[in-house]
Structures are given as structure tokens and as C-alpha cells.
């Protein structure tokens, strides 16, 4: 088996990108898609392929990967200016244990 370039799925993927697009936008799923060009996209994973279609083909922007995109997605933006929250006191959740909690809470 030869070595493979760096790029070469990108490029066999955008190759066919115009007729991947139509077949998606028809309703085919992406396994059938992928199956049905595997002669030439045979250079890429199908995981690979489903990331392509993501991005060149459904429009969606890079996904963060790995434990930052995690910690990404819990900061909430602020409202307020740095100035006003430095006065504010930073406070941690209290957590209230009930043993005796009723049944209708539960539900």
C-alpha cells in the first residue's frame, strides 16, 4: 500500500462535494452515500466523511474537541462589565440534603 499525502480525502470528498450535496439534500442517508462512492472515497474514514459533510455540506463551523470544547460550553457570557463584578462576592452553591423528602416532589 502506497503512502498517502496529507489531504488527498479533502480533496476527493470537495471533488464530489456538489453531488454529495444533492443526495443529501434528496434524503439519502450519509451511509448510503458513502457506500455508494466508496470507490473513490475509499481514501477517508466514514467518520472522516461525516465530518466533511458537516462542514462543507450542512455549513457547520468547527466543533471545539476534546475537554475544552466541554468547558467551553459551561462558561455562560456575562452581562455585566468586569468593573461591576468585581464588588460582587463570588458564592458556591449550597446543597440542602432532605431525608424525609414527600413523595408528590419526587414526581
Not at 472522516?48 to 462558561?75: D, M, P
Amino acid at each position: 500500500m502506497s503512502k498517502q499525502h496529507r489531504g488527498v480525502a479533502r480533496v476527493a470528498f470537495l471533488a464530489r462535494q456538489e453531488e454529495i450535496r444533492r443526495l443529501f439534500d434528496a434524503g439519502h442517508t450519509l451511509a448510503a452515500i458513502y457506500d455508494a462512492h466508496s470507490d473513490v472515497l475509499n481514501v477517508m474514514s466514514y467518520s472522516q466523511f461525516t465530518r466533511y459533510v458537516a462542514r462543507y455540506v450542512r455549513g457547520q463551523e468547527n466543533r471545539l474537541q476534546g475537554s475544552e470544547g466541554h468547558l467551553k460550553a459551561l462558561v455562560r457570557p456575562s452581562s455585566s462589565s468586569p468593573t461591576s463584578r468585581s464588588n460582587e462576592k463570588s458564592v458556591a452553591p449550597v446543597l440542602a440534603h432532605r431525608p424525609n423528602k414527600i413523595r408528590d416532589d419526587l414526581i
